[in-house]
């Protein structure tokens, strides 16, 4: 199975900040990458899919890129509605789908 | 619009069977989409469990093959999840989800784009 690795685990940043969030494959995955956005309590919540479209309805701040191994979510100007745990997910390979283990984020 | 509430009991006995249901509104459940099964342990990352085509076809994580069962009824438009042989490892928040295949450029990918509000289920005798 591939495994999907996230860094950091946890991140703490003040509103306005850009905050990077890395997901990394065990091989190679082309563009197979969504994002996943939880919310404490809460269901999880399609952010980004193959790697760098946005779900309609999300707004511009969060994006992605990359491809291959290496991917990132970024969130141009954290708000304090953004703090939530997210998720890289692999639908490369599928099933079985993976995710990985969770970027937690707070407000400093 | 399409919603998706699952159901079915909150306690379930060590050794027993764990069985939850899926309803989905706002849409057939008879259509292109699979339907999924995901798992959240208390404080941990989501497992995919297992998914379901309206037509029969199911595929689950192998981790869980042995115990798990994925079945649709379209009388009902809903979904089931029977998961055999519980112990305290199985409680969990357990969601349900559309598998929706969305498109960009020459990548065709599954994103679980719907989902429920999830159910809390522990094991307990």
């Known amino acids: 199975d591939i495994q999907m690795t996230q860094s950091p685990s946890s991140l703490s940043a003040s509103v306005g900040d850009r905050v990077t969030i890395t997901c990394r494959a065990s091989?190679?995955?082309?563009?197979?990458v969504n994002w996943y956005q939880q919310k404490p309590g809460k269901a999880p919540k399609l952010l980004i899919y193959?790697?760098?479209s946005l779900q309609s309805g999300v707004p511009p701040r969060f994006s992605g890129s990359g491809s291959g191994t290496d991917f990132t979510l970024t969130i141009t100007s954290l708000q304090p509605e953004d703090v939530a745990t997210y998720y890289c997910?692999?639908?490369?390979?599928?099933?079985?789908?993976?995710f990985g283990p969770g970027t937690k984020v707070a407000i400093k | 619009q399409v919603q998706l509430q699952e159901s079915g009991p909150g306690l379930v006995k060590p050794s027993q069977t764990l069985s939850l249901s899926c309803s989905v509104s706002?849409?057939?459940?008879?259509?292109?989409?699979?339907w999924s099964w995901v798992r959240q342990h208390p404080g941990k990352g989501l497992e995919w469990m297992g998914y379901?085509?309206?037509?029969?076809?199911?595929y689950y994580n192998p981790s869980l093959r042995s115990r798990l069962s994925i079945s649709v009824d379209t009388s009902k438009n809903q979904f089931s999840l029977t998961l055999n042989s519980v112990t305290g490892a199985d409680t969990a928040v357990y969601y349900c989800?559309?598998?929706?295949?969305?498109?960009?450029?020459?990548?065709?990918?599954?994103?679980?784009?719907?989902w429920g509000q999830g159910t809390m289920v522990s094991v307990s005798s």
């Open positions: 706002g849409d057939s459940i008879t259509t292109s989409y699979f």
């Open positions: 997910q692999q639908t490369y390979r599928t099933p079985p789908f993976t």
């Open positions: 091989q190679r995955i082309s563009g197979y």
């Open positions: 989800a559309r598998v929706a295949a969305l498109v960009r450029g020459m990548i065709t990918l599954d994103t679980f784009d719907i």
């Open positions: 193959a790697a760098s």
């Open positions: 379901i085509h309206y037509s029969g076809n199911a």
